[in-house]
């Protein structure tokens, strides 16, 4: 989410006339967009804030702004501490900072925001279309800093995203933090299926992808459109967080394990070929092993494609800061955690083995560490070797090739593009 703001932002500024540098110290506006979902990275941003403050310090035509989810509706403490600071914004408050900059600056930021896209967006891309969120889990700090849910209008969603596609994306992910709630708030009633049905209807548009679901929202009319529209990418991510009905109830998850599972078999039904992916939270207030050994169960029960694994952390605001007690010690939290992903290193390991010697559809991304990589429909990530010296056409990105997978570790694949397939893509159509 924090990194779709930062390319809306970003897109803002240069459509006002200013270019990006990578010298923070140089730079007449620097926009430090936070993530403070974890009280580690709460304090990385502020120390950050304060060295840029003295960085900065004696440049006149300087602005600093802070976005995001360190941003509450109280900031009266954050201005004092840091008085250097010109704009504190709220997540996706864009407005006064274009406005600010624009002051000081000499530039009109009206209309420079309006459908703002980068000139060059990623092959995949993301869209915000629901912001902030209503669930008030315990552990969680985001529905304070970002907000209730609030769905964006589906024609402003579906033009972003036929600019997006002009301008070359192929593969675009719809993002909220609990994206299945998407039109609850708009009437006449729309939801993520609709959504997804007029975005499917823009040419050229080859993959449509969602981020991040909630159990209790994933309808029957959603696992529909995964399953029917065929630009939607047959992948879940459904975050159980913990796989004990009494830790789920003090999380105030909403559901039960049992409830979780029934969601996850109805999908599998529905849906043969589904890759699923989870969150989980290991080490929350009062986990005992036993507890936890219900969490390492469903792992073992739904071989999830990955796992996104987090040790509880104490944050400050949230309703277990005030009234539960973070009393599993830390190496007891890194020892569960060790142990989910030493198991799921095996499960990866085991299932991306079956791939090898199959064939995949690779939508081509770019270059990773020089290496020219893609996706999956399925998310895998996957490094292509053009083989020298057989006059193969190295595919470009925004290209989809038909590959073989030649090797596979726990986290990537290794494939070779299927000559016949890659030279078919580069011949001109007359
Ligand atoms: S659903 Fe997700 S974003 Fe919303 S409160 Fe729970 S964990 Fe936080």
Redesign the pocket.
């Known amino acids: 989410m924090n990194e779709s703001d930062s390319e809306r932002l970003s897109s803002g500024f240069t459509n006002m006339g200013f270019d990006a540098t990578d010298d923070m110290a140089t730079a007449d506006v620097v926009v430090m967009n936070t993530c403070v979902v974890r009280q580690s990275a709460e304090d990385t941003a502020t120390g950050v804030l304060g060295r840029l403050g003295k960085r900065m310090k004696g440049n006149p035509n300087r602005m600093i702004a802070v976005m995001g989810c360190m941003v509450g509706p109280e900031q009266t403490e954050l201005k004092r501490r840091f008085p250097y600071v010109d704009v504190w914004a709220r997540p996706q408050e864009f407005d006064p900072i274009l406005e600010t900059a624009g002051l000081k600056h000499g530039l009109d930021p009206e209309g420079c925001l309006v459908g703002a896209v980068s000139e060059n967006p990623n092959v995949a891309s993301f869209i915000p279309i629901v912001h902030g969120?209503?669930?008030?889990?315990t552990?969680?700090?985001?529905?304070y800093r970002?907000g209730r849910e609030n769905s964006r209008p589906a024609l402003e969603i579906v033009h972003e995203a036929e600019v997006m596609v002009a301008r070359g994306v192929k593969d675009i992910t719809l993002l909220g933090?609990?994206v299945d709630s998407y039109g609850h708030d708009i009437r006449p009633r729309v939801d993520l299926a609709d959504l997804m049905e007029q975005v499917h209807e823009i040419p050229g548009l080859d993959r449509i992808r969602f981020l991040?679901s909630?159990p209790n929202d994933m309808s029957v009319r959603i696992i529909e459109a995964i399953r029917d529209l065929p630009k939607v990418c047959e992948m879940i991510n459904l975050?159980f967080?913990a796989g004990d009905d009494t830790i789920l109830a003090n999380m105030r998850?909403g559901y039960t394990r049992g409830q979780f599972m029934d969601k996850i078999y109805q999908i599998k039904k529905m849906i043969p070929n589904v890759t699923l992916t989870t969150d989980l939270i290991v080490g929350f207030s009062g986990e005992t092993d036993a507890q936890f050994e219900r969490s390492m169960e469903i792992l073992r029960e739904v071989e999830f494609s990955k796992v996104h694994t987090s040790e509880y952390s104490y944050r400050e605001g949230t309703f277990a800061s005030r009234k539960m007690t973070d009393d599993v010690s830390r190496a007891v939290k890194k020892a569960r955690k060790v142990a989910v992903d030493e198991f799921q290193a095996e499960i990866q390991s085991k299932n991306n083995a079956t791939l090898v010697g199959t064939n995949l559809d690779v939508l081509v991304e770019g270059r990773k560490r020089g290496r020219l990589h893609g996706r999956s429909r399925g998310d895998k990530l996957i490094y292509l070797n053009v083989p020298v010296g057989t006059g193969a056409v190295e595919p470009q990105p925004g290209q989809t090739v038909q590959v073989e997978i030649k090797a596979s570790s726990p986290w990537s694949l290794e494939a070779e593009p299927i000559e016949a397939k890659v030279q078919k893509e580069k011949v001109p159509v007359v």
């Open positions: 969120c209503d669930k008030f889990c552990f969680c700090i985001i529905p970002r933090q609990n991040t909630h975050p967080q998850r």
